[in-house]
């Protein structure tokens, strides 16, 4: 009888992964290694990465706010940067409260800020099937619910003027600049999640009129947006009657805009 094929060495997996390009390859070499049962399968996620999958993609998973994140193909991998946004969130919200994960990619964000606080009641919606599925899986330790549809349309009306916290990460690269990102997100997620329009604000303006009717006096829109967009979101918060305000984490390049329905 033949003996079982052995793994390759760890050197083995980083070279192969330095030669691909991989900047991290040393731990992007024990994740693949963890996740594969088999020789076989390891040297395919390898061969998968080395192709440009991004590796969130190769194993399934994204790490999120401390949270392993069900990423599917396709899908729009969560930003470690982007776990700012839920600091946020987590500071003006409460235990209990009403959440919706609007453009939910994942789920990732409404998954983090349930788990950072207890008990809320949690929806989540976007337009990519695909993405709504990550977010059933992503949520449902939370007991929240994923619907699908163009922004607000799939949500039920009963939440209408009760949300408290609307986390809404809308795209917001322009589309010009679509084509510079890196081959990783350009190639293998869902353009609906990267194009923000002409300016990278598009989306935004058609939620933040929306938002007002959905929070509750006194509830919060919080979104992500880059330091150059600053000003037009700010005017884009301010025209829905909504009051801005700015944070900024440097260490992360992170910028979060927070529009608070007036009580």
């Given at each position: 009888?033949?003996?079982?094929?052995?793994?390759?060495?760890?050197?083995?997996?980083?070279?192969?992964?330095?030669?691909?390009?991989?900047?991290?390859?040393?731990?992007?070499a024990?994740?693949l290694?963890?996740?594969?049962?088999?020789?076989?399968e390891?040297?395919?996620?390898?061969?998968?990465?080395?192709?440009?999958?991004?590796?969130?993609?190769?194993?399934?998973w994204?790490?999120?706010?401390?949270?392993?994140?069900?990423v599917?193909g396709?899908?729009f991998v969560?930003?470690?940067?982007?776990?700012?946004l839920?600091?946020?969130?987590?500071?003006?919200?409460?235990t209990?409260?009403?959440?919706?994960?609007?453009?939910?990619?994942?789920?990732?964000?409404?998954?983090?800020?349930?788990?950072?606080?207890?008990?809320?009641?949690?929806?989540?919606?976007?337009?990519?099937?695909?993405?709504?599925?990550?977010?059933?899986?992503?949520?449902?330790?939370?007991g929240?619910?994923?619907?699908?549809?163009?922004?607000?349309?799939?949500?039920?009306a009963?939440l209408?003027?009760?949300?408290?916290?609307?986390?809404?990460?809308?795209?917001y690269?322009?589309?010009?600049?679509?084509?510079?990102?890196?081959?990783?997100?350009?190639?293998?997620?869902?353009?609906?999640?990267?194009?923000g329009?002409?300016?990278?604000?598009?989306v935004?303006?058609r939620?933040?009129?929306e938002?007002?009717?959905?929070?509750?006096?006194?509830?919060?829109?919080?979104?992500?947006?880059?330091?150059?967009?600053?000003?037009g979101?700010?005017?884009?918060?301010?025209?829905?009657?909504?009051?801005?305000?700015?944070?900024?984490?440097?260490e992360?390049?992170?910028?979060?805009?927070?529009?608070?329905?007036?009580?």
């Amino acid at each position: 009888m033949t003996a079982p094929a052995p793994f390759p060495s760890f050197s083995t997996l980083v070279t192969q992964l330095r030669a691909a390009g991989c900047v991290f390859a040393e731990d992007e070499a024990r994740l693949l290694r963890s996740a594969a049962a088999t020789p076989g399968e390891l040297a395919a996620m390898v061969e998968r990465r080395a192709s440009g999958l991004p590796l969130e993609h190769v194993i399934g998973w994204a790490e999120f706010y401390g949270l392993r994140i069900a990423v599917d193909g396709g899908v729009f991998v969560p930003r470690r940067r982007t776990e700012f946004l839920v600091e946020r969130a987590v500071a003006l919200a409460r235990t209990g409260a009403l959440v919706v994960d609007l453009c939910c990619g994942s789920g990732a964000l409404g998954a983090a800020l349930a788990a950072a606080l207890g008990p809320v009641e949690l929806h989540a919606a976007d337009i990519d099937p695909a993405a709504v599925s990550c977010a059933r899986r992503n949520i449902a330790a939370a007991g929240g619910l994923a619907h699908q549809g163009d922004l607000f349309d799939p949500l039920p009306a009963t939440l209408r003027g009760r949300v408290d916290v609307l986390l809404a990460n809308v795209p917001y690269v322009p589309t010009e600049e679509v084509e510079l990102l890196p081959a990783e997100a350009r190639l293998h997620e869902a353009r609906v999640a990267l194009d923000g329009g002409a300016d990278g604000l598009d989306v935004l303006r058609r939620v933040t009129p929306e938002a007002v009717h959905w929070l509750a006096p006194g509830g919060h829109l919080l979104f992500e947006t880059s330091e150059r967009q600053v000003p037009g979101a700010v005017r884009t918060v301010e025209a829905a009657g909504l009051v801005a305000e700015v944070a900024e984490c440097e260490e992360r390049y992170a910028v979060v805009v927070t529009g608070t329905r007036p009580v």
